[in-house]
């Protein structure tokens, strides 16, 4: 190999290590999880506060969603509207059982869904049913919540003195997800961390960024705010709708922020690496904007940013074995903090190649699931399918 060919490939060496230097030093601190978690202590204040969950097909866990939620400790107490959105399961009733049992039944109210109207996606027609009930209450904040999410105490009052205190149109909380399985303690720390990487707190809560994020089980907003962005019209074709409405809040003047819930958790269970691959392919295309072009540079970032460091160190060269290894520890660096946010072992960090590995074949499936029409697949729906005449990119 010629000196300039040597040279080019200790230069594309580099590479990777330049990618965790900027990661590290300029995308917004968005590794620091603990810097993203804290939630005030409620100190005073009074808020009308309406919850709503679209619920299709969820008895396995909406009993302990909705007890959670009426046993929160608020003046006036929570109220909760349940959007029954077709499930034949008696999701319905194991919900008007779980606010009996909670001495709070007349703090629930259950809605039947209809079928979803022409351009919008499921859990958005059945959201949209359920904030249209609960605007003639006239609530201070809508809580637009999942039917797997179990909250612990206070944790409403909280995101509201948040929002109150700091003068926020939204607020949403990145709720604690399960890692009881091996694949979601391999996968799931990982699943929170591309995700941050993608929207950084720090950079969401300012105004002076166009970075705009949500985490779409637990969202507070503010009925004006809501009203002033267009509304869930606006994005009633988005599969990824959380970040979607976070985007028309703050592109419509309000001021958002993304926190880390430290106790308040999914109970929704992955039992299998295949599990988590569909819910990774339900949307993975869709964030790239159904490009092709955008594809191929996310498989070739990926590789760059977390498989060279390891694949360096079997070139048997000294200088890119060194790259390799730099490279690698400040991905270990930058990633352990979310491993040990989620307590699982430290050596889960270093598995972050074979991770990124996994949710490369996991995008690239759902190019290919987006192809045969079956985008976004969820509760026996396909959400995300390419309008007749549409182009790919």
Not at 276 to 303: D, P, V
Request: hydrophobic letters at 50%.
């Amino acid at each position: 190999m010629s000196v300039d060919a040597v040279s080019l490939a200790h230069l594309a060496a580099a590479v990777p290590l330049a990618i965790w230097i900027y990661l590290l030093l300029a995308r917004g601190g968005f590794f620091r999880v603990s810097h993203a978690s804290a939630v005030p202590a409620v100190r005073h204040g009074s808020r009308r506060i309406i919850a709503v969950i679209p619920a299709r097909n969820e008895a396995d866990g909406i009993g302990k969603a909705v007890s959670s939620l009426l046993e929160q400790a608020l003046a006036p107490p929570i109220q909760v509207i349940v959007v029954d959105d077709g499930s034949t399961d008696g999701t319905a009733e194991v919900a008007r059982r779980a606010a009996e049992a909670a001495g709070a039944a007349e703090r629930l109210s259950v809605l039947r869904g209809t079928p979803p109207a022409p351009g919008w996606t499921g859990k958005l027609w059945a959201m949209s049913q359920g904030v249209a009930a609960a605007a003639g209450r006239n609530p201070d904040f809508f809580l637009l919540t999942d039917a797997d999410i179990e909250y612990v105490s206070g944790e409403i009052a909280a995101l509201a003195e948040k929002a109150e205190t700091e003068h926020l149109d939204l607020v949403s909380l990145m709720v604690r997800l399960s890692t009881a399985t091996f694949a979601e303690r391999c996968l799931i720390p990982a699943f929170v961390f591309f995700f941050l990487k993608l929207y950084p707190p720090s950079w969401i809560a300012s105004p002076r960024s166009s970075v705009a994020g949500a985490a779409g089980g637990c969202m507070l907003i503010r009925p004006a705010a809501l009203e002033r962005a267009g509304g869930l019209t606006t994005i009633r074709g988005h599969i990824i709708d959380d970040c979607a409405l976070a985007r028309a809040v703050k592109s419509s003047g309000g001021r958002i922020w993304l926190g880390m819930a430290r106790q308040t958790r999914s109970l929704r269970v992955y039992g299998s690496f295949a599990e988590i691959g569909a819910m990774i392919s339900r949307t993975a295309f869709n964030q790239l904007r159904h490009s092709y072009l955008l594809l191929a540079a996310t498989l070739f970032g990926l590789l760059a940013t977390y498989l060279a460091p390891p694949l360096l160190l079997l070139t048997r060269d000294p200088e890119m074995m060194a790259l390799g290894a730099a490279a690698w520890l400040l991905m270990f660096a930058c990633y352990l903090p979310m491993v040990r946010f989620y307590r699982v072992s430290s050596v889960y960090a270093l598995l972050l190649p074979a991770v990124a590995l996994f949710y490369a074949v996991a995008t690239v499936h759902s190019a290919f699931q987006y192809a045969a029409g079956r985008g976004g697949r969820w509760k026996g729906r396909a959400q995300d399918v390419r309008s007749a005449g549409e182009p790919g990119t």
